[in-house]
């Protein structure tokens, strides 16, 4: 692949992402679009430049940590800190020794650098992260609320589909792809705007699909085992590797980007939708068809809020990757009121799963049924 530039563009943020190898790029793009567009513009708010060089990296590791740490990036239910290298430099230097990279962040000219001594395929996650955390930020200072959910485009808009760990979030989005003809959002984030007509948007992750879930789709996991994906690989650098077994973590789980996910669900992605309906999956033991039981709009707000990407730390992102000198404070406020207003204008379900939900071929007729017109 040939050296270059692209710009990614999320909302009203543009991202200039550079590398000598290109198949970085190519991996950036195959993972955020069509959630984050790809633009032909030379302006951008942000530059990131992606080096390999293992002679820098070393001099870099002999420099050595200071006593500080940096909150780096923000995930739902732990926050990443990363410890900040002696230097004397602009540049804010931290080190993600997992990732084997560190990051050069100049924040007054809106420049990163990240070094890494080869393409490992960690280095490609940890680019992602950086593109992402910047525009979460920008887009909860312009105003924007983040869910910690996944969504799904039916009929006449997006399901959205949220509730705590473990409640079958991923399981009930992977049925409705394979058994409705609904496209796909997000899996674990989603940033809602309620400016004008409400919309939802997907916020690119990592797909983690572990064996309880998989068990459900004997096809989606035949799929998997032929595709040869596993996240720190392009659909092409897959397809060029002698067909084997994605990489299997020691629990089970296997971890993909949205468009690998997608592939082997065999369904399209689409950027966003207007929001008609929030669902809160909930396990349990009754028999037949998963049911879909309308929520008390106060009942559904209070859940929701719940279910907000951060309260938990009542932080939602990190200061480190943001174009503004302060974030904005938590404002439980306002996060109560997003959550009011989304429902009082979407259908509030609380769907119930049994043991043979998805094996019972009268649960897609419910979905479309119910949420296919929902309002």
């Not at 993600?96 to 050069?104: N, V």
């Not at 939602?316 to 204008?345: H, I, M, V, W």
Request: aromatic share 8%; net charge neutral; hydrophobic share 35%.
């Amino acid at each position: 692949m040939s050296s270059g530039r692209r710009v990614f563009a999320y909302e009203n943020l543009r991202i200039g992402v550079r590398s000598a190898e290109g198949v970085y790029l190519e991996w950036l793009e195959e993972f955020f679009v069509p959630q984050f567009g790809v633009e032909e513009v030379a302006a951008a708010d942000w530059e990131i430049t992606i080096v390999l060089d293992g002679d820098r990296y070393e001099r870099l590791v002999r420099l050595g940590p200071s006593r500080e740490e940096l909150l780096c990036f923000a995930l739902d239910t732990r926050d990443i800190h990363l410890p900040r290298w002696n230097a004397d430099s602009p540049a804010k230097i931290l080190f993600d020794e997992k990732a084997e990279t560190f990051f050069l962040v100049e924040s007054e000219c809106r420049r990163i650098t990240l070094v890494s001594r080869r393409d490992g395929g960690r280095s490609r996650i940890a680019v992602m992260r950086v593109v992402r955390e910047l525009a979460m930020n920008r887009a909860q200072r312009d105003g924007g609320v983040i869910l910690h959910a996944s969504a799904f485009n039916l009929g006449n808009g997006g399901v959205i589909v949220t509730g705590p760990k473990g409640a079958g979030k991923t399981t009930l989005l992977m049925y409705a792809l394979q058994a409705t003809p609904s496209e796909y959002v997000s899996n674990d984030r989603v940033l809602l705007r309620l400016e004008g007509a409400a919309r939802i948007r997907g916020i690119p992750t990592i797909v983690t699909l572990r064996e309880p879930t998989l068990r459900f789709f004997p096809p989606v996991l035949d799929r998997l085992r032929e595709s040869g994906y596993t996240i720190r690989l392009t659909r092409r650098e897959a397809s060029e590797l002698s067909p084997t077994e994605p990489t299997v973590k020691p629990d089970g789980r296997r971890s993909l980007g949205p468009n690998q996910f997608c592939d082997v669900l065999e369904v399209k992605s689409t950027a966003g939708a207007r929001p008609a309906a929030l669902v809160f999956p909930r396990l349990c033991d009754r028999t037949g068809p998963l049911r879909l039981s309308r929520m008390p709009k106060d009942r559904a707000a209070e859940r929701l809020y719940d279910s907000l990407f951060g309260v938990r730390k009542l932080r939602t992102t990190s200061p480190l990757f943001s174009d503004a000198p302060e974030q904005p404070a938590f404002d439980q406020e306002k996060l109560e009121g997003a959550c009011r207003a989304l429902t009082s204008e979407v259908g509030c379900y609380e769907c119930e799963l049994g043991p043979d939900a998805y094996s019972d071929n009268r649960s897609s007729q419910v979905l479309v049924d119910q949420l296919g017109g929902a309002s």
